[in-house]
């Protein structure tokens, strides 16, 4: 499958720990974006990057929230000191970098907080 | 005011229908349009860019009016594979922050 790919697809965790979401992009593509939605509503925007270089960040990313592409392929976002409120789906998309072309979403990282 | 707004829906339209859909954006700059389709419990793919000269894709037209910051869907023929969540899409100029609307749910009936 050459598309976009999330690890893990579902996570679970208690209050107060920290978890970490990994994005593998399609190949070559340069731009990726973090989403994250939440039941009856769009996706919203976190951040994104081109290459390594993350360019825009949303003001929803609070200082829990942190994510990297090392190396300008795959990209981590890591959620510290998790709260009830982050339970959501986060969504990786990633585009050629060409212009305002499509973006590709990968299936998401469901992640709920008890 | 939200950035981008949505008809709120449900719609619930028998087979064979036209059914429009219509989304607001506040945000003069932006750019780029675009409808994605999102089933349940799946991502977002994208359905159709929106060019101001307005387009066409089969059953689907998109069309954007920026002196009004209004884009519609018109989806005529309407098929129970249509039944989706339809996702208005802004690009901003200068960037590529994305915002996307909450989403319009339709249903369609045998």
């Known amino acids: 499958d050459t598309g976009v790919s999330q690890d893990p697809r579902h996570k679970i965790t208690k209050r107060g720990q920290n978890v970490t979401f990994r994005c593998d992009p399609i190949?070559?593509?340069?731009?990726l974006y973090w989403y994250r939605q939440t039941l009856g509503q769009g996706p919203e925007f976190l951040t994104y990057f081109q290459n390594e270089a993350q360019l825009e960040k949303s003001r929803l990313l609070s200082d829990r929230f942190s994510a990297e592409r090392p190396k300008g392929s795959f990209s981590t976002l890591e959620i510290q000191r998790t709260e009830q409120g982050d339970s959501a789906m986060y969504l990786c998309?990633?585009?050629?970098?060409?212009?305002?072309?499509?973006?590709?979403f990968g299936p998401g990282t469901r992640l709920t907080v008890l | 005011r939200k950035e981008v707004e949505q008809d709120p829906g449900p719609f619930n339209v028998p087979e064979g229908a036209t059914v429009a859909f219509n989304c607001t954006y506040s945000n003069s700059a932006s750019q780029s349009f675009f409808w994605y389709r999102q089933d349940c419990r799946k991502e977002p793919k994208l359905l159709m860019s929106?060019?101001?000269s307005g387009n066409e894709d089969g059953r689907f037209t998109a069309q954007l009016n920026r002196a009004s910051q209004y884009i519609s869907l018109l989806i005529r023929d309407s098929k129970l594979s249509d039944s989706a969540t339809y996702l208005c899409?802004?690009?901003?100029?200068?960037?590529?922050?994305?915002?996307f609307g909450a989403g319009t749910r339709l249903f369609v009936k045998a």
């Open positions: 190949s070559e593509h340069n731009r």
């Open positions: 899409v802004v690009i901003y100029t200068g960037g590529f922050k994305t915002i």
């Open positions: 998309a990633s585009t050629t970098g060409q212009g305002t072309d499509t973006q590709y």
């Open positions: 929106v060019y101001s």
